[in-house]
């Protein structure tokens, strides 16, 4: 469960409702902190890399709860970059309200008392409170021919204000196709786990404003978890008849974002090849015949 960055811990969500049917969103979600262990602190050390000065500006579009965004500014706080500009978008504003308050709660995890230990000092080490600690006494069979032992679940409040202290932060509802962050205006847009949600319709318009936002010289992420969209060629349908995409989709729709955007790849998907953090070149403007393209392409894909 602990990396060297920190606890990777899910976090509780609220279930979605039928609003968010609606909007055409996947439902449930879930997100947690330090969730994408190896692909944060790629980014970090890109942006050390890349980035002058001791002035950043993030998006985590979306946000969910703010655990993405509070994870980086954790692990900024290990870099010379000292003044900090957050925005986190979604589309859920329980969600919104949620990420604004800075406290969360992780789902009810088996730990052993030393885990529970070091966990703990993990968060406290990387700059996140502990407000509660609630435990229950579970018993769990090992496997089928073994007697069940005692063990221990556990769910951690987690007050996320520390690591925002000084910072700005600004965690707002809205729907990322439609102009939320100012076009060129980010140092980095970590898009994460964001296109597996999306019905078929939704994932370009979306995916086109996502790119947009990246300025010159700046870092988009779009890494999602290996375990979706894991189908190559077939869209997935979800129990409500929904569309969602599949693993070439997202490659194809990886690669014409970089083409449009002059985003280079600087690195893949271990399985699919597909461009997961990408650098742009230039500061150029797409054309409207760009983006008539790139919707047509990806739309006729879907089909
Ligand atoms: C799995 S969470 C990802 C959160 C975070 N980036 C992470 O990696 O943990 C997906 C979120 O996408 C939000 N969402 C889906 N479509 C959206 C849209 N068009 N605009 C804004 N938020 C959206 C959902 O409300 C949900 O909270």
Redesign the pocket.
Known sequence: MSSPLGPNLQLC?PE?TGD?RE?N??VP????LF??TSQLPDVIRQAEARIDGEEINFA??????G??ADSMLSLFRDTRFTRIGVQG????PR?IELAKAGNYQTKWTVLEPEEMEQTIGALEDRGFGITDLETRPMMVKPSKYEMPEPTTLVKISIDAKPVRAGQTVDFRE????YG?IEPQSQDIV?????IY??PAP?AAP?LWSVARMVKEGGILSL?D?PSTADNETYPMRLEDDSTILYRDWMRVASELMAEMFDLEPIARDATSERPTMLVRSSDGVPKSSDSERFLKILGSLTV
């Open positions: 969500t979605m968010m909007h969103i996947r979600a879930s997100t947690g969730r994408a985590s579009v979306p946000c969910s709860l655990a993405e978008v979604d589309i859920n969600l809205g729907d990322i196709e939320v970590l898009a994460n786990n964001l949600h999306l939704r979306v890494n978890e």
